[in-house]
Structures are given as structure tokens and as C-alpha cells.
């Protein structure tokens, strides 16, 4: 079977799973003025979705063992495009977000099965290709989900941004029904489900989604219900290893994997390298819409090079790494993803265009740099009957890293803020000579506008206030992207105990 055909046929289904993560974000006013929902109710629409994501990507290998890998695919595709279709057409928020939930369950999957098929697909010489491949699908989708969002909301109306899922979907299903072929070791064979540990995987994991979406706007710890869901997510995990580790017969995760030194710690590599992508491209948009008063198509243009630049530099990648050490390649990856951080880390109120659109092509550039070297080390020496697991974890490690990332960076945004804009206010005071002439020339402009003395000097003083806490608000941004620039610099040390090795072939 032609190798690319099958690429086509797996990343397809991938790709629109995973835009319609972030698609949704930008059409949710729109969702809640049609269905009459309120701002906090209606981010489960979000939610929704990622949870039962979250929940389904560990598990997609123990099911394509289940039920064999090309029935899951096609069910997963079916489930998808149904749910899809039954998003669009939702007659409240309650349907809306049942159908957001089997919406997730549907393309939880997809990720996982696409990167397990297309590494057994390609010859190991041309692995470094079949990774640039699947990586290209994994960073285009963040980038166009709210491009593409906008303006089909603008254009047209929100069901459509779930209706243009049908038509891939539909080719997506067929092509699979004729190019994806099982493996012997993949086909479908009887065990004992592991319900005990389902439930405790479920549990816990739908409890630490929920923590880190919703963590920031109930304040953490100081919310009995951030604190309780901590308690049953610690609780529920834990229960977990030791079921899965000690109890279950067939382990719905096969968590001995991680005694692989080399997949343990490319997984250990990949949860920071998102936390980093993540963390930045979340706190971008907000830094030019907030305080640089950029438009949402002015931000996307910010951001859009970025993703351009990784599907640039990913092929290049995966070219090296069949002729260079993959090492060497993901060292560089990752200094220039700290290096891309740690410019943004600069940005000031008056940073021009080219200033903030530059470190964003640098992180592109990083992200394709390591990306792909870093699958490659992580996957070198696992068996081929182990990956539709291996992968499994993988994916699922990555999309918590990225919600870890958004996670702490929103939480950082409004901490820092309140600690600069303490110690700023400190300086505003009347005995201050920089501030008796900033406060007098504000006045002064006032009152050439026509405004009277009184409410020209409350005027002036409101000027200076609001100008303290933009700078407070953009020293907070400046400590968040220097945290991800450091946090990714600690993972260098890290590859130095990844090994080099040739993918085992089925015994």
C-alpha cells in the first residue's frame, strides 16, 4: 500500500480533531447570544471537549487492542463526524455540550492512531519524514482553529464551524475502509476489561482537566471545589498506578513502558516543550489585544509566521535526523525555543510589529527542531506491538503539558501583576518629581481640551493611574515568558539519557 496515501488517510480525521480544540474559542459570544447562555456556563463548551479528550487519548491503545486498531479508527472517524454534525445543529447549551462531550470521545483517539500507523508505515530511514508529517498537523491545527473560527462565525454562523468537519469526515471514513490494513499484532482480541482501572483513570483525569481549565477563575485552592476535585484526582491516579502497575491482568495503560529511560524522559522533554508552546502563543494574543490594542486578525498575524515557520523547518528535520545524531538536533530545538522566550521576555509598550512577530518565528523554528528529533529518541526502542501505547501516553503527556502551560501562565499573569502594580504604586507619590510633572502636564492637556481645573487634574491623575497599571500588567507578561524560557533550558540536561537505537521489529 502506497505509504503516502495512508499518511493522507490518517492525518486528515487528525488534523480537523485537532482545530476544532481551539476553533470553538472565538465563536463562544456567538454561541451564548444564540443559545442564551451565560459567560460562565458556556465555557464547558470547552471544556466539555478537552476532558473527554484527555480521558480517551491514554486509552486509544488498550481499545485498538480491544476492538482492532482499524475498527477504532473508523469508529473513531464515524463518531466524530456524527457528533460533529449534532454540534451544529444543538437546540440548547445542555445539547450543545452533551454532543461537545461525545465529540471528544470520538476524535480522542485520532491523534494517538495516526502517529502509531504512520511510524509503522514508514521505514525507520524515513521515520524523521513520517514525524514531520504527523508534527505539521499537530501545530497547524492551534494556528488556523482560530482563523478559520472567526471568520466562518463572521461569515457565515457558529453551527458551521462544526458542519465543515462533515465532508472530510466522510472521506476520511472511506479512504480508511480501503487503505488502512491491521498488522497481525494488531488485530482485534479478547481480554478482560479492566473496569477498576477505567474508572480510577476517568476519574482522575477528568478531575485535573477540569482543575486546570477552570482553576484560575474559581482561585485554585481558595475554591472548595478546585480543592475537593484535587483530592479526588490525587486520590483517583494514585489508585490508578497501583491497579494498572500491581492488579490488572490487561492494563488499560501499560505504564512499564515508562521504564524505558529514553521514552520516559522524551515524554518528560515533550511535556515542557509544550507547556512552553502553549504558555506563549496563549499569553501572545492577550498581551497585543490587552495592552497593544491589536485586533484579532492583527494577533493572528503575529502568531500565524510562528506556525508557517515549524512547517517549514519540520521536513528539513526530519531529513537531518536519518543523516545526523538526533541529539545534536534537539539540543539545538531546545535553545532556540528557550532563546525565543526569553526575547519575548523583552517586549515593552512600544514594540513595533516586526519586534513581537520575530521570537514567534524563532519559537517556529525551535518547535520543528525538536519536535521531531525528540519522537524519533523517544520511540527508537520500543516494540512495534507496544506503540499504538506508547503513543497513546505520549499524546496524552503533550496535551497536559500544554494545558499545565496555559494553566500557569494565566494564574502568573494575575499574580505578577498585582505584586508590580503594589510596588509601582509606591512611587506615585506627591513628594515625587517625576510624578508632580507628570500629573501637572496631564492637567495641562486637559485644560487645553477645553476641560475645567478640577476635573482636569482627576482627569490627569486617572491617566497616570491607567498608564501604571499597563506597565504593571505588561511586567507580569515579561516574568511569565522568562519562566518558560527558563523552565525549557532545564530540559536540556535531560537528552543525555535518551538513547539511539533502531526500532524493534514483532517477534
Known sequence: MNKWLIAVTVMLPTLIEIIDISIVNVALGHIRGSLSAGIEESTWVITSYLVANAIIIPISGWLSRLFGRKNYLIFSIVLFTFSSFMCGSAWSLD?????????????????????????????????????????IGIMFGPIVGPLLGGWITDNWSWPWIFYINLP????????????????????????????????????????????????????????????????ISVTSLATFIVVELFFAEHPVV?????????????????????????????????????????TATLAGLVLGPGGFATM????????????????????????????????MSGFNLQADFYSISWPRIVLGIGMGFTFIPLMTLAFSSIKKEE???????????RNLGGSFGVALVTTMLARRSQFHHVHLVENLTPFDRSYQIATSQASQFLQYRGFDAVTSQQGGLGAIYGQLMRQASMLSFNDAFYLLSILMICTLPLMMLMKSGQSQTPR
Open 254 to 294: 501499560n505504564l512499564r513502558l515508562f521504564k524505558n529511560i529514553s521514552f520516559s524522559t522524551g515524554n518528560t522533554v515533550m511535556f515542557f516543550t509544550f507547556f512552553n508552546l502553549f504558555g506563549s502563543i496563549v499569553l501572545l494574543p492577550i498581551y497585543l489585544q490587552t495592552l497593544m490594542g491589536y
Open 95 to 135: 445539547s450543545l455540550i452533551f454532543f461537545r462531550i461525545v465529540q471528544g470521545i470520538g476524535g480522542g483517539g485520532l491523534q494517538p492512531l495516526s502517529q502509531a500507523i504512520l511510524f509503522e508505515t514508514f521505514p525507520v530511514e524515513k521515520r524523521g519524514m513520517a514525524m514531520a508529517i504527523y508534527g
Open 312 to 343: 517549514v523547518t519540520m521536513p528539513l528535520a526530519g531529513r537531518l535526523v536519518t543523516k545526523i545524531n538526533s541529539k545534536g538536533i534537539l539540543a539545538f530545538g531546545i535553545i532556540i525555543c528557550a532563546y525565543s522566550t526569553y526575547l
Open 168 to 231: 472530510i469526515g466522510i472521506v476520511s471514513i472511506i479512504m480508511a475502509l480501503f487503505f488502512i490494513i491491521d498488522p497481525p499484532y494488531m488485530k482485534r482480541i479478547k481480554m478482560k476489561i479492566d473496569y477498576t482501572g477505567i474508572f480510577f483513570l476517568v476519574l482522575g483525569i477528568g478531575s485535573l482537566q477540569v482543575i486546570l481549565d477552570l482553576g484560575q477563575r474559581k482561585e485554585w485552592f481558595e475554591s472548595y471545589l478546585i480543592s475537593w476535585l484535587a483530592i
Open 387 to 397: 506503540m499504538g501505547n506508547a503513543t497513546a501516553i505520549f499524546n496524552f503527556l
